[in-house]
Antibody, heavy 120, light 110 residues
Framework: QVQLVQSGAEVKKPGSSVKVSCKAS????????ISWVRQAPGQGLEWMGR????????NYAHKFQGRVTITADKSTGTAYMELSSLRSDDTAVYYC?????????????WGQGTLVTVSS | QSVLTQPPSASGTPGQRVTISCSGS????????VSWYQQLPRTAPKLLIS???QRPSGVPDRFSGSKSGTSASLAISGLQSDDEADYYC???????????FGGGTKLTVL
């Protein structure tokens, strides 16, 4: 039974970067991949990108290309999402979830979420 | 503007059956599986239905999914007060080469 545990809430200044971690326990990384999905206050879910750790390949949603970097450390079972050039509209809860690839499109399970607040 | 279209709200009384629709196109629902998620207030989403109609272990059989053409539906029978939540559909999109979500439907149990 895979469980995903994310790092804690962050407050960042506009223009800075944030890096959120997602540690998998109960199973090693598999071919499922780890996706990052964000949810702005009162809004819906938005897929940002995904990494398949066993082949170390990341793919990003067009909207975030150039601003987001997703990496994984297979030795610790941890995935990371770094978002740069932060703006106020990046304020959101960021979730990691297993899945989101063409072979395994469903997202399950999800991390508990990390609130990132961008404010001057 | 979400790629998949859901009604913003739905409602029902306890015991009723409600359905939530999800409309897409040939590049997503029309050619790929649909999944559904339940998001209770202030919690992370939870997978309810995968591969159009498959319930993960632990999901009550009151929840069912179906797909036809470029549309999908989530049905909830025997509605309960703790079903009050936001529901999202998702599918892989071949044109965008990534998963896409519906805008979400807020279900109210009256």
């Amino acid at each position: 039974q895979v469980q995903l545990v994310q790092s804690g809430a962050e407050v960042k200044k506009p223009g800075s970067s944030v890096k959120v971690s997602c540690k998998a326990s109960g199973d090693t990384f598999s071919s499922y991949g780890i996706s990052w999905v964000r949810q702005a206050p009162g809004q819906g879910l938005e897929w940002m990108g995904r990494i398949i750790p066993i082949i170390d390949t990341a793919n990003y949603a067009h909207k975030f290309q150039g601003r987001v970097t997703i990496t994984a450390d297979k030795s610790t079972g941890t995935a990371y999402m770094e978002l740069s050039s932060l703006r106020s509209d990046d304020t959101a809860v960021y979730y990691c979830a297993r899945g989101g690839s063409s072979l395994h499109p469903a997202f399950d399970p999800w991390g508990q979420g990390t609130l990132v607040t961008v404010s001057s | 503007q979400s790629v998949l279209t859901q009604p913003p709200s739905a409602s029902g009384t306890p015991g009723q059956r409600v359905t939530i629709s999800c409309s897409g196109s040939s590049s997503n629902i029309g050619s790929n599986d649909v999944s559904w998620y339940q998001q209770l207030p202030r919690t992370a989403p939870k997978l309810l239905i995968s591969s159009n109609n498959q319930r993960p272990s632990g999901v009550p059989d009151r929840f069912s999914g179906s797909k036809s053409g470029t549309s999908a539906s989530l049905a909830i029978s025997g509605l309960q007060s703790d079903d009050e939540a936001d529901y999202y559909c998702a599918a892989w999109d071949d044109t965008l080469n990534g998963p896409v979500f519906g805008g979400g439907t807020k279900l109210t149990v009256l």
